[in-house]
């Protein structure tokens, strides 16, 4: 049976761990019924998306769009194998147009059978995520600025984070047992990782171990975050440079130990994200429990007491402006 797998993200899921490390394992993962195409450049299919929005140039697919397509639906007479397509494009809600996947079904319509895997994680580290990210690129808008405008909208950068917007947007071209939501917190734990637990999705009779390991499999990792919101305020209006940002992190961890685990957020900023999206996750999970049964948006455990924005205190950044002295 001719199967084709969509990879939707979301983004900040280990998206780019996963392309990288199927990219890197195809010709093993053909041998055990996986087909991953390659388009160049990139290992993720970002092009496929632009047939409809517009992204960086780096990831237009040699040819265009729609040969790529069509190269994809010709696998489909080829054997019974599983193509995998993988990009967290697909699951961008802003700026419209969006993504159609009404033509996405028909473009894939050579397969007997389809399916959608969407990674959601929970909202309170998936819009910190998000920022520290854009903070590595540039000098990004004040954090309390970018999180009121998120929970106003429900969108952050363009990223769905009401999850039922997410899913009517999908049963618009795909029945809800050809959606499959993967929780991000509770996957990451699994042996082998995200990568291990897709492994396991897709019925790949593969270890981790037996794959070719790219970045130590990791990418796009997110810096520590208070070290990173501390470095953009003494960077602005420039982006802030990897250097400083481990300045900024030795200083918070001799004020506050070494093991410590950090957050952009204030406890009355991340209640108000728990309490605009504990309501609309509930709703969410009724939702798909039929077709995805069992599924729940967890945050991933952490150890350690958090330390809170509102901890910084003023020994911090005498710390860092004599780390800052001495560099200089």
Same mark, same amino acid.
């Given at each position: 049976?001719?199967?084709?797998?969509?990879?939707?993200?979301?983004?900040?899921?280990?998206?780019?761990?996963?392309?990288?490390?199927?990219?890197?394992?195809?010709?093993?993962? #053909?041998?055990?019924?996986? %087909? =991953?195409? !390659? &388009? /160049?450049?990139?290992?993720?299919?970002? *092009?496929?998306?632009?047939?409809?929005?517009?992204?960086?140039?780096?990831?237009?697919?040699?040819?265009?769009?729609?040969?790529?397509?069509?190269?994809?639906?010709?696998?489909?007479?080829?054997?019974?194998?599983?193509?995998?397509?993988?990009?967290?494009?697909?699951?961008?809600?802003?700026?419209?147009?969006?993504?159609?996947?009404?033509?996405?079904?028909?473009?894939?319509?050579?397969?007997?059978?389809?399916?959608?895997?969407?990674?959601?994680?929970?909202?309170?580290?998936?819009?910190?995520?998000?920022?520290?990210?854009?903070?590595?690129?540039?000098?990004?808008?004040?954090?309390?600025?970018?999180?009121?405008?998120?929970?106003?909208?429900?969108?952050?950068?363009?990223?769905?984070?009401?999850?039922?917007?997410?899913?009517?947007?999908?049963?618009?071209?795909? #029945?809800?047992?050809?959606? %499959? =939501?993967? !929780? &991000? /917190?509770?996957?990451?734990?699994?042996? *082998?990782?995200?990568?291990?637990?897709?492994?396991?999705?897709?019925?790949?009779?593969?270890?981790?171990?037996?794959?070719?390991?790219?970045?130590?499999?990791?990418?796009?990792?997110?810096?520590?975050?208070?070290?990173?919101?501390?470095?953009?305020?003494?960077?602005?209006?420039?982006?802030?440079?990897?250097?400083?940002?481990?300045?900024?992190?030795?200083?918070?961890?001799?004020?506050?130990?070494?093991?410590?685990?950090?957050?952009?957020?204030?406890?009355?900023?991340?209640?108000?994200?728990?309490?605009?999206?504990?309501?609309?996750?509930?709703?969410?999970?009724?939702?798909?429990?039929?077709?995805?049964?069992?599924?729940?948006?967890?945050?991933?455990?952490?150890?350690?007491?958090?330390?809170?924005?509102?901890?910084?205190?003023?020994?911090?950044?005498?710390?860092?402006?004599?780390?800052?002295?001495?560099?200089?």
């Amino acid at each position: 049976m001719a199967k084709v797998v969509l990879h939707i993200g979301t983004h900040k899921t280990a998206t780019t761990t996963i392309q990288n490390t199927f990219h890197a394992n195809r010709s093993l993962l #053909a041998r055990h019924g996986l %087909r =991953y195409p !390659d &388009f /160049g450049r990139i290992q993720g299919h970002h *092009g496929l998306v632009m047939k409809w929005i517009t992204l960086p140039e780096m990831f237009a697919i040699h040819g265009g769009p729609d040969a790529a397509w069509a190269r994809i639906a010709g696998l489909a007479a080829k054997d019974n194998a599983t193509v995998f397509i993988s990009s967290e494009e697909f699951s961008r809600g802003l700026p419209k147009p969006q993504v159609d996947f009404q033509q996405v079904r028909k473009l894939l319509g050579g397969f007997e059978q389809i399916e959608v895997i969407c990674t959601l994680r929970d909202q309170v580290s998936y819009l910190q995520s998000i920022y520290l990210e854009i903070s590595k690129r540039q000098a990004p808008a004040p954090w309390p600025t970018f999180l009121t405008s998120a929970l106003t909208s429900d969108f952050a950068t363009g990223l769905f984070l009401d999850y039922n917007q997410l899913n009517d947007h999908l049963l618009d071209a795909f #029945a809800p047992n050809e959606i %499959r =939501y993967v !929780d &991000f /917190g509770s996957a990451t734990p699994d042996v *082998g990782g995200i990568v291990g637990h897709f492994l396991n999705l897709l019925k790949i009779d593969l270890g981790t171990d037996e794959l070719c390991t790219v970045n130590d499999g990791a990418a796009n990792v997110s810096p520590a975050p208070l070290a990173s919101w501390a470095a953009s305020q003494i960077a602005a209006p420039y982006p802030a440079s990897a250097s400083l940002v481990a300045l900024a992190d030795a200083a918070l961890r001799e004020e506050l130990g070494e093991s410590i685990t950090t957050t952009l957020y204030t406890r009355a900023e991340e209640m108000r994200v728990l309490t605009r999206y504990a309501p609309r996750n509930a709703r969410f999970v009724e939702t798909i429990s039929p077709s995805n049964p069992g599924f729940a948006i967890t945050a991933k455990t952490i150890r350690q007491e958090k330390v809170y924005r509102e901890d910084i205190s003023q020994k911090f950044w005498v710390r860092v402006a004599r780390r800052l002295h001495a560099v200089a």
